[in-house]
Nanobody, 124 residues
Framework: QVHLVESGGGLVQVGDSLRVSCEVS????????MGWFRQAPGKEREFVAA???????YYAASVKGRFTISRDNAKNTLYLQMNNLKAEDLGIYYC??????????????????WGQGTQVTVSS
């Protein structure tokens, strides 16, 4: 069983930066392809970014150029650096493990294990 714990969410203002983290246990982290999703109130969960075992990355168009996904295999931790935050970036941010290695999946159904989420609120 893979266990994921997100942290680092909070209340920020438009234009601010924030980094959320996801600590992974239960499986060799370096072998996992990972993704970040977010869910705003009343909306479906949406893809944000994905990273492969080779650290190649893929982003949703809405965050490309502002967000950076990265991983530290020595710390079993996934990160999402969010810069120039916009009001529409608010939501609960979830990390998840991709069913496929280096698949860069964008659909929630293609992810197996999920964290509990961390809340990001962007105030204007």
């Amino acid at each position: 069983q893979v266990h994921l714990v997100e942290s680092g969410g909070g209340l920020v203002q438009v234009g601010d930066s924030l980094r959320v983290s996801c600590e992974v246990s239960g499986q060799t982290f370096s072998t996992l392809s990972m993704g970040w999703f977010r869910q705003a109130p009343g909306k479906e969960r949406e893809f944000v970014a994905a990273i492969g075992t080779n650290s190649l990355t893929y982003y949703a168009a809405s965050v490309k150029g502002r967000f950076t996904i990265s991983r530290d295999n020595a710390k079993n931790t996934l990160y999402l650096q969010m810069n120039n935050l916009k009001a529409e970036d608010l939501g609960i941010y979830y990390c998840a493990t991709d069913k496929y290695q280096d698949g860069f999946s964008t659909r929630p159904s293609e992810y197996v294990y999920w964290g509990q989420g961390t809340q990001v609120t962007v105030s204007s």
